[in-house]
């Protein structure tokens, strides 16, 4: 099968090369910085950013929220279903 991503430099603005399950932790970043994150069910969903802040961001069913996340909180987290877009 033929991989248009082969020849084509990785890019911040995308498109993202995998999406993973995201399991919201108190204490344990993602394996790595998603550039994206995808929420199936809404509510609220607790990140700490690339840039190291905690922010805390109401969202409805099927979002995407376009900023880099390195980990997503338990506490505070009310959405689920939710997915980190990488660059792989």
């Known amino acids: 099968m033929s991989n248009p991503f082969n020849t084509r430099a ?18 344990v970043d993602l ?3 998603a550039i994206a994150l995808y929420i199936e069910t ?11 802040q905690t922010r805390n961001v ?3 069913d099927f979002s995407i929220l376009p900023v880099g996340v390195r980990r997503v909180n338990m506490t505070g987290t ?3 279903g939710i997915h ?4 792989a």
Not at 42 to 52: C, D
Not at 84 to 87: A, E, K, N, R
């Open 58 to 60: 109401a969202v409805a």
């Open 84 to 87: 980190g877009m990488v660059i």
């Open 10 to 27: 990785s890019s911040l603005s995308g498109p993202a090369t995998d999406i993973v399950p995201v399991t919201p932790d108190d204490s």
């Open 78 to 80: 009310t959405a689920a």
């Open 31 to 33: 394996a790595d910085v």
């Open 42 to 52: 809404g509510g609220v969903i607790s990140v700490v950013t690339a840039e190291g």
